[in-house]
């Protein structure tokens, strides 16, 4: 009874061993950067900004996911952009002249740089206002 016993919790912990999802790696030759500040000529209104850039060779597509939100969590803005082209900054920014600079905000970013064959390094930021 013992002996199946353990088989059964070791292929049961094998089993959701397995199911989990594998965490990416980093491109090393990536920086992603989450950035908010003023919007342009304004001290009333700030926006957001998610982009990241890869120099790495292998590279097929680099995708950045911008995510603004207020301090509590509710979503205001979401986005993704992407490039082909290495050393190629790909770029997104929130509204303009729209977030009262009264309030409080986090962006989070995340990139990601996909190679041929479909796998993908990921990195993150994050940013608080």
Do not use: C, H
Request: glycine share 6%.
């Amino acid at each position: 009874m013992k002996k199946k016993l353990i088989v059964s919790v070791v292929t049961a912990i094998a089993l959701v061993g397995a199911a989990l999802p594998a965490f990416a790696a980093v491109d090393p030759d990536v920086t992603t950067n989450a950035y908010i500040d003023y919007s342009q000529g304004s001290t009333t209104y700030v926006r957001g900004k998610s982009y990241a850039r890869t120099t790495n060779t292998k590279m097929t597509k680099l995708n950045v996911q911008g995510v603004f939100s207020t301090s509590s969590g509710s979503q205001l803005e979401s986005a993704v952009v992407s490039t082909t082209t290495k050393g190629e900054e790909a770029a997104w920014y929130t509204k303009d002249k729209t977030y009262s600079a009264k309030g409080s905000y986090k962006l989070n970013t995340t990139s990601r740089t996909y190679y041929s064959g479909g796998s993908y390094d990921q990195d993150y930021a994050s940013t608080s206002w």
